[in-house]
């Protein structure tokens, strides 16, 4: 991860770092699989009943895709919802073309300059 997109995850509400270890410690949330199995879905921080994830840029593609569809489930079967942060209108509009295609209904994406 370059540090520019280090310094701008470090920075979401509720992120927290380990001093000793001099990195950030991940919210995370458990979750079943599709297959039964179970997963943890990593975040960046963490705002009362909402998972906060910052991303510089947003790409579409499968893996986007499938991490929608995890974070998604995660949160659903949580009962929480999750909150990506970007830094500009232009990252923002194509998080929430994918939302869409992927039927994301419980994560939303809001604008956070660097």
């Known amino acids: 991860m370059s540090e520019r997109a280090f310094t701008y995850q470090s920075h979401a509400e509720g992120a927290r770092s380990s001093v000793e270890r001099g990195r950030s410690e991940a919210p995370a949330l458990e979750y079943t699989r599709e297959n039964g199995k179970a ?60 939302f869409a295609r992927v039927g994301a209904s419980n994560m939303t994406v809001i604008v956070v300059p660097e």
């Open 39 to 98: 997963g943890r879905v990593r975040f960046d921080g963490v705002d009362e009943g909402t998972m906060i994830d910052r991303k510089l840029s947003i790409y579409s593609s499968k893996k986007t895709e499938n991490q929608i569809r995890r974070q998604s489930r995660a949160a659903e079967q949580n009962g929480m919802d999750v909150r990506w942060e970007v830094p500009t209108r232009k990252e923002a509009d194509r998080a929430t073309r994918l």
